[in-house]
């Protein structure tokens, strides 16, 4: 995943950045970038609308490549949206250096709840084995992370995501398939 995530950023730097935030948007570059709050969710009931197997946008809740956002950033991430998330570490509640190897490139397939606000928050599996060999919840262990920096990357059908990171990565740039592939 590391060559993979390192050959696609490589290629997205090669072609330029667009540079905005989600509060003002003045676009330098070609690629829209948006510093966010982030969280993590799991597909369970009392965390979603009662249907925790299918998304906002219709498509089936895959924790190894969905993501939700904030109803004000819809016309930002519309469903679809393929985005890069940096490494997270500028806040004491993030623990996204324990669990940032289960985040990888997301599909916004999802929608948060209307009280939040220029947020995203990625779907984790419910369990998940830390390296210190305990079980945990790694939605809880990311907890909340302030200015995240988040790339839109490309744009996928939410009727056909691919259901893993190499699909998803090879859906938005097949030349990424071929880097990881040597």
Partial sequence: MQ???SALLGFLFVTGTATADASSTAPSQNIPT????????????????GTPDITASGAFSDPDVVAARSQDLASELPFG??????????????????VGQLIGLRVIADT??????????????????TTTGKTANPAIILGS??????????HVDVSNIPITQAGLA???DPSATLAVAK
């Fill in 3 to 5: 060559v993979l995530t």
């Fill in 34 to 49: 948006y510093t966010v709050g982030m969280t993590a969710y799991n597909a369970v009931a009392s965390q979603t609308d």
């Fill in 81 to 98: 949206s393929v985005i890069a998330i940096e490494a997270a570490t500028s806040s004491p509640d993030c623990g996204y250096d324990k």
């Fill in 112 to 129: 948060m709840n209307a009280k939040e606000h220029n947020k995203i928050d990625v779907l984790l599996p419910q369990k998940f084995t």
């Fill in 145 to 154: 992370c302030k200015d995240v920096t988040i790339q839109v990357v490309g």
């Fill in 170 to 172: 090879a859906a938005i």
